[in-house]
T-cell receptor, first 113, second 111 residues
Framework: GENVEQHPSTLSVQEGDSAVIKCTYS??????FPWYKQELGKGPQLIID?????GEKKDQRIAVTLNKTAKHFSLHITETQPEDSAVYFC????????????FGKGTTLSVSS | DVKVTQSSRYLVKRTGEKVFLECVQD?????MFWYRQDPGLGLRLIYF???????EKGDIPEGYSVSREKKERFSLILESASTNQTSMYLC??????????FGPGTRLTVT
């Protein structure tokens, strides 16, 4: 089955700096790669996702890149703000019936002002 | 907006008790999921359901069962709670294969 590795487990940056979180996956047939943000006391919420027919996707200060050959994908947050502080999870799956989304172990991002 | 509600935010139970965690969604999503979240282990799938009365085992189903009698409700059952089931439990729903909508979670402590 799919296995997703996520690094680093904790990341501290200064406000305004960039933050990068990296994930690798094992199932070459996986074709859907979402990123979730979990704020304190809340459930995770989807912030961006990418499908295997594209290599990069941007949404304002957030971008995700995918390298299918190397089986890794990354989340990039530019101009970080204190409200970006949260736990971030990457995930991977095949888009087909009976397959579940497999999550990485999470990265705790702290943005200090 | 999709709303996923979980019956309790905090729950304390004794070892050996039968525990019911309820999840209700209001968006007519066909798929529902139960995850367990532990520090350093991320989100691990316990069970999921693609339709009423249908269920599939996830990665860690041992010690748990589920029930889905109505489309909007998915229950997680701990038949005989043990201390190693102390955790945060998250319910999620989806329409199709993509975005999961998570509830706020239930923090269960088994003493």
């Amino acid at each position: 089955g799919e296995n997703v590795e996520q690094h680093p487990s904790t990341l501290s940056v200064q406000e305004g700096d960039s933050a990068v979180i990296k994930c690798t996956y094992s199932d070459s047939a996986s074709n859907y790669f979402p990123w979730y943000k979990q704020e304190l006391g809340k459930g995770p919420q989807l912030i961006i996702d990418i499908r295997s027919n594209v290599g990069e996707k941007k949404d304002q200060r957030i971008a995700v890149t995918l390298n299918k050959t190397a089986k890794h994908f990354s989340l990039h947050i530019t101009e970080t703000q204190p409200e970006d502080s949260a736990v971030y999870f990457c995930a991977a799956s095949r888009v087909q019936a009976g397959t579940a989304l497999i999550f990485g172990k999470g990265t705790t991002l702290s943005v200090s002002s | 907006d999709v709303k996923v509600t979980q019956s309790s935010r905090y729950l304390v139970k004794r070892t050996g008790e039968k525990v019911f965690l309820e999840c209700v969604q209001d968006m007519d999503h066909e798929n529902m999921f139960w995850y367990r979240q532990d520090p350093g282990l991320g989100l691990r799938l316990i069970y999921f359901s693609y339709d009423v009365k249908m269920k599939e085992k996830g990665d860690i189903p041992e010690g748990y069962s589920v029930s889905r009698e109505k489309k909007e409700r998915f229950s997680l059952i701990l038949e005989s709670a043990s201390t190693n089931q102390t955790s945060m439990y998250l319910c999620a729903t989806s329409r199709g294969y993509y975005e999961r909508y998570f509830g706020p979670g239930t923090r269960l402590t088994v003493t």
